[in-house]
């Protein structure tokens, strides 16, 4: 499957098939968030594979409440945490460089792109979770200081059929030369 293939053709799958996951697709998801870009290339990711039962469980609680992706993160084969060094990402010799502050948001997110398009041109399937209780979920890791909970996906063989929403179209979200102005 080509990338734009995988683009056009990914969902957010919340359902998941209880067959495991090799650890050759496993490990090509992963090397797909070890390739993604980082500022200065600082490659502050940091990722944790969870397969134990009672881990995703523990996990599972501290979705939000009425968050769809509870029922994927306890029952998924595997559930992949992104976290980040913290201080790292924009930064120059200890002193933030944009008016972004701390980038390892921007970071992970690159990286989690990836693993869900890796993903996806496995066969796999993925949902970008982040209405969860990041503090409580470092706890059930045992992450330590430096080190903050961004997002965390399940991974598994889909067992649904996702729809996928709309777009917008591209003269509403594109502009040229300045913002709000359409293409002459």
Not at 24 to 36: C, F, G, I, P, Q
Not at 123 to 135: K, S
Request: proline share 4%; with cysteine; hydrophobic share 45%.
């Amino acid at each position: 499957m080509d990338v734009m293939e995988a683009i056009l053709s990914r969902r957010s799958i919340r359902k998941y098939k209880p067959d495991a996951v090799s650890d050759k697709d496993l490990e090509t998801v992963l090397e797909a968030a070890r390739w993604a870009p980082s500022w200065a290339n600082t490659q502050c990711g940091r990722f944790v594979v969870v397969k134990d039962r009672e881990v995703k469980a523990r996990l599972s609680a501290t979705l939000s409440h009425g968050n769809p992706a509870a029922d994927a993160v306890a029952s998924a084969p595997v559930v992949i945490v992104a976290c980040a060094q913290t201080g790292r990402s924009g930064f120059k010799r200890g002193e933030v460089m944009t008016s972004k502050g701390d980038w390892y948001m921007f970071d992970v997110a690159l990286a989690m792109a990836n693993v869900t398009l890796a993903a996806r041109a496995l066969g796999l399937g993925t949902v970008h979770v982040g209405l969860f209780n990041a503090e409580q979920a470092a706890e059930v890791l045992a992450v330590p200081e430096g080190i903050s909970v961004v997002e965390m996906t399940p991974l598994g063989y889909p067992d649904e059929e996702a729809k996928g929403p709309g777009r917008k179209e591209l003269s509403e979200i594109v502009f040229h030369d300045k913002y709000g102005q359409s293409k002459a």
